[in-house]
């Protein structure tokens, strides 16, 4: 069964940056399509940022477009999402899933397996 684990949540101030990790123990990591995901306290979870197999074909959500970028490196079977000029409005638990397709999904039901959770928390 795949296995994700991700690294590199914390608190941080406004206006600062984090960059999230995930590492896969799966095989096929170059052939799957992977999102992050997050959800805040009462409120539903969101796609945040996904990428197709290649990396190619990227897909941010509109309120963190031109702040958050995602990228992988199959070799190394990691997804990235580096967060710069963060919001307060930002602060929730943040996921890496593995969608069952190579093509990007940002449909949290075509993901089929997740990683644990990592808080991030922007704060003064």
């Known amino acids: 069964q795949e296995q994700l684990v991700e690294s590199g949540g914390g608190l941080v101030e406004p206006g600062g940056s984090l960059r999230l990790s995930c590492v896969a123990s799966?095989?096929?990591?170059?052939?799957?399509?992977m999102g992050w995901l997050r959800q805040a306290p009462g409120k539903e979870r969101e796609t945040v940022a996904a990428?197709?197999?290649?990396?190619?074909?990227?897909f941010h959500l509109s309120s963190v477009r031109g702040r958050f970028t995602v990228t992988r490196d199959n070799a190394k079977k990691t997804v990235y999402l580096q967060m710069d000029n963060l919001k307060p409005e930002d602060t929730a638990v943040y996921y890496c899933a593995a969608a069952s397709t190579k093509m990007i999904t940002i449909t949290a039901a075509s993901y089929s397996y997740w990683g644990q959770g990592i808080q991030v928390t922007v704060s003064s």
């Open positions: 990428i197709d197999w290649s990396g190619a074909s990227t």
């Open positions: 799966t095989n096929d990591f170059s052939n799957t399509a």
